[in-house]
């Protein structure tokens, strides 16, 4: 064994065991001695991906394919880089390198079917994954980007089923374990205790965090800095809920800071950024590390994140607690299995006491009564109902990952109940043959015709969307993963959502919301009543009249909109939060 080679076995060694840092400053001697080895320059680029220092990781990456050229290994290594830093078109070129370079190399494959599904290209996906498996069955990443492909196809058990195989396979790998995590928010037939176990393994990969912070000065009267992390100041559902709260407090009593680890920025993020009292802090490019530098830098308080594990998060800032409260809020709808979290926001309803509590991690707070505030877009056009003579239609707008096997069968209950109506769905996947055909098999398979169910693909702007509800009747809440900002839409624009009420916070966010504008009746606790609630409904048009009519009104009248009580009771929120902190660091003895 050379030294080079020598140098990465005992720098994989110190990762394996913890020891990053040590890694880290290991390859950089050798790298200071050896500036023009491409191994070296790959395993440090591999190290600090992983870390999510996914800048500085590039920055290696691309040196070792400028000193080694054309090596499949390291192009496959860049096309991850790329794509978690939103260069997907990048990615998609480096892997077709690759694959040209040496079609038996099984990763580009995996690699390449992973940007074609987040670019939509779910045909050609598909392929790219039977490749790689034909060549490699085995293949951990390939299972696992294959899970996800499986979810995008409306196939949530199946991708729970490979993403499993594939954390068996990589039993330490984080980021596996969050993918099946969040996916199992999806799938049907599983319990609160299996989700929760499998959060719970990813807070546990992650490690332990240190201690949070003493407060800088434990007065509990002061004003205090709030800062929010999050991927989604833009266009965007989280902002939808977020911008009340970041419009709302009261700036004689918070300083308010925003983290955005967007890749994109529009008008929303301007009209953020605008905001009085509020600063802005663009980190999408700065490393864990920096970033809970720059957080503790602004002595922010209490950092609320708003993105859990969703696309986007940054779980390695949370984890360096560089606030001394942090926060879960709107982003995701369960426990992020993060011990660097203190509490999670939620309500009564989403979360009732008592088995809630058992199966989070974070200290519930509920914010009674609902945990979110919702502002429409401006772009809303005015309701307007299906003509006297239009068939019963009913719909569903939210994403096709949400829509599984039962849920079709269930679906396909409705129409036969209600004789004449039609079903009309509508989602970014819905223009690909994969998922039509799944969604219309499934359908024949229950004895519906096709003819009576319509499919749309995403329509190019918000307006258009939102004006697609004067087609609908009645609106269906998916299950067990509700919707969220789609039941906020359909509502506001006039049309009633019925829902299927579970066991979870993910399966009770629509009760939450139908109570909060006073029509907890639209939720049903079985299969058996959400039919009932759905066909008659259908069958009532006058009542179906007089209830859109004043549908918005009564939105806009509702808890559900009432930002200035909302802000208030998350402000009165903050301080009982901060009051207890200070009381904790009092009572500690000084070092």
Not at 33 to 60: C, I, M, N, S, W
Not at 365 to 386: K, V
């Amino acid at each position: 064994m050379n030294q080079v080679q020598e140098v990465i076995r005992a720098a994989l060694q110190h990762r394996q065991e913890g020891r990053f840092d040590a890694a880290r400053s290991l390859l950089q001697r050798a790298i200071a001695k050896e500036p023009r080895h491409p191994d070296l320059h790959h395993t440090l680029a591999v190290l600090l991906f992983e870390r999510g220092e996914k800048e500085q990781a590039l920055f290696y990456g691309e040196r070792a394919n400028e000193l080694g050229p054309r090596r499949p290994h390291v192009l496959n290594t860049l096309a991850m880089l790329y794509g978690s830093l939103g260069r997907v078109e990048d990615s998609e070129r480096v892997c077709r390198e690759a694959i040209a370079i040496e079609p038996r190399y099984p990763k580009p494959y995996a690699s390449l079917g992973a940007v074609l599904t987040e670019m939509g290209k779910l045909e050609e996906a598909r392929g790219m994954f039977e490749k790689a498996l034909a060549l490699d069955p085995n293949l951990a990443e390939c299972r696992h980007n294959y899970g996800r492909w499986l979810l995008e196809t409306s196939k949530s058990e199946q991708a729970v089923a490979e993403l499993t195989t594939s954390v068996r396979q990589r039993p330490q790998d984080a980021r596996f374990q969050l993918h099946l995590a969040s996916t199992m928010n999806y799938a049907p037939g599983l319990t609160a205790a299996q989700v929760l176990a499998a959060h719970e393994r990813y807070g546990r990969l992650l490690g332990d965090p240190p201690p949070a912070p003493r407060p800088a000065d434990p007065d509990p009267d002061r004003p205090l800095r709030i800062g929010f992390l999050s991927a989604d100041f833009r266009a965007h559902s989280v902002s939808y809920f977020a911008e009340p709260i970041l419009t709302g407090l009261d700036r004689s009593r918070f300083s308010i800071f925003c983290f955005s680890n967007s890749h994109t920025e529009d008008h929303v993020t301007e009209r953020l950024r605008a905001l009085p009292g509020l600063t802005f802090r663009r980190i999408v490019n700065e490393s864990d590390d920096r970033t809970a530098e720059i957080i503790r830098q602004d002595g922010v308080d209490i950092l609320i994140d708003l993105s859990g594990l969703s696309i986007g998060h940054r779980m390695g800032v949370i984890m360096r607690r560089p606030a001394p409260i942090q926060m879960s809020h709107i982003g995701y709808p369960n426990t992020t299995g993060v011990r660097a979290i203190d509490y999670r926001i939620v309500d009564s309803l989403t979360d009732p006491p008592g088995a809630a509590d058992a199966s989070a991690v974070e200290k519930l707070e509920r914010l009674d009564p609902c945990f979110l505030c919702y502002r429409a877009t401006a772009a809303a056009p005015e309701p307007q109902m299906p003509g006297p003579d239009a068939p019963i239609t009913f719909g569903s707008f939210n994403v096709s990952a949400k829509v599984n096997a039962p849920l079709l069968r269930l679906w396909a209950r409705l129409l036969e109940a209600a004789p004449g109506s039609r079903l009309l769905l509508k989602s970014k996947n819905l223009g690909m043959p994969t998922v039509r055909d799944y969604f219309l098999e499934r359908f024949s398979q229950h004895g519906i015709d096709a003819a009576r169910v319509d499919l749309l693909d995403r329509v190019p702007s918000t307006a258009d969307h939102l004006a697609l509800y004067s087609r609908l009747h009645v609106a269906l809440d998916t299950f067990p993963y509700h919707g969220t900002t789609t039941t906020c839409e359909a509502l506001w624009m006039g049309v009633p959502v019925v829902s299927l009420a579970g066991d979870s916070h993910v399966s009770r966010v629509g009760l939450s919301l139908l109570n909060a504008i006073g029509l907890p009746e639209l939720s049903a606790a079985d299969e058996d009543v959400y039919v009932k609630i759905a066909a008659e409904l259908a069958r009532d048009r006058a009542r179906l009249v007089q209830l859109r009519s004043g549908l918005r009104e009564r939105m806009r009248a509702s808890a559900l909109c009432d930002e200035k009580s909302y802000v208030a009771r998350l402000e009165a929120f903050y301080r009982r939060a901060w009051a207890e902190r200070c009381r904790q660091d009092q009572a500690k003895p000084s070092r």
